[in-house]
DNA sequence: CTAAGGACCTGTCGGC
DNA sequence: TGCCGACAGGTCCTTA
């Protein structure tokens, strides 16, 4: 799945489409998602100006002109493309017809994602649970420090665990403690706030770099165009077990961390 | 309370 | 070729 570049990136290229359009018809191909799709309101979104896109951690969020709003989640292996075609793809699960002629649909293999419908003024419980993402203000060194001082998780769950900091998913979470030269098996107790502020510092190179390229390339993204031209940033170690350490001589290492996969380098991180 | 493990679901790949 | 297990970008819920 995406992490927040992919998502940022997916958003990005959608929002053309939804520019001061409206939704005519929702076709609901499969609603059984990580939460089923509450189709019970659609009729509170259709025919209604779409009034912003936004990003709230790894979540779209688009606001109506009235008083609804509805978030998409990835998940693993969602993605959403803007399309003309009236032929379906496998896992096409929903799709939100545009009075442009165009339709917005929402593909996921493994429907971990979700879609949600919900009034704007109540919020979404499961966004509510987010942190910041590193890119806003909230997410400061000494947020980031006061909140992870105390605990006995190994700093890889923590760049996971998004209450704390979102956006920071599988794949960045090992690139960024690698350019810190911080060991992910490190617990929050032992990283100082001069770590804190790298780790933080890092995490936005990185993901405005991905996001700059326009996501990381995956098996299962696909951009909103859905050209297949994703691309693939330069990652140092997720994926490289074995592969010679791009700072040392010592090879890449995998561990499970959580029941996840964490590549690192035993010599240089620390 | 915290942190680790399991679950959700489908597809792909490697080994036997 | 075919079957089976391991694994995959997320994150919520249960267990210890």
Redesign the pocket.
């Known amino acids: ?3 927040l570049p ?1 998502v940022e990136t997916t958003k990005r290229g959608i929002e053309p489409y939804l520019h001061n359009q409206s939704i005519t018809k929702i076709l609901v191909r499969q609603k ?1 998602l ?1 939460i089923p799709f509450n189709d019970n309101l659609k009729k509170h979104i259709t025919h209604v100006k779409i009034k912003n896109i936004k990003r709230r ?3 779209i969020v688009i606001d109506f002109a009235n008083e609804y709003s509805m978030v998409i ?5 969602g993605n959403l493309r803007a399309s003309r075609q009236k032929k379906f793809l ?2 096409d699960h929903i799709i939100f017809y545009l009075e442009s002629g165009n339709s917005l649909i929402f593909n996921d ?4 994602g979700l879609v949600q419908i919900y009034k704007t003024k109540g919020s979404f419980y ?1 966004l509510d ?2 942190g910041p993402d590193p890119f806003e203000k909230k997410a400061d060194v000494d947020y980031f420090y006061n909140r992870i001082k ?5 700093i890889k ?2 760049l ?4 704390i900091i ?8 090992s690139e960024i403690l690698f350019s810190t030269n911080i060991s992910p098996l490190r ?3 032992d990283i100082s706030h001069t770590d804190c502020k790298k780790i933080l510092q890092q995490s936005k190179i990185i993901l405005n770099k991905a996001i700059k390229a326009g ?7 696909f951009n909103a165009e859905s050209k297949p031209g ?1 691309f693939k940033i330069q990652l140092n170690v ?2 490289k077990e074995g592969e010679k350490c791009p700072s040392c001589e010592s090879k890449i290492s ?1 561990i ?6 964490t590549y690192f380098c035993k010599e240089s991180q620390n």
């Open positions: 799945m995406p992490e992919e059984s990580r951690a790894k979540y989640h990835l998940g693993m292996t496998k896992h293999v493994r429907r971990f499961l649970n987010n105390n605990s006995s998780a190994s769950s923590i996971l665990n998004h209450k979102s956006g920071i998913g599988n794949i960045y979470a617990m929050g107790r996501g990381t390339t995956l098996n299962d993204y994703y997720y994926g995998k499970t961390q959580s029941n996840r996969s």
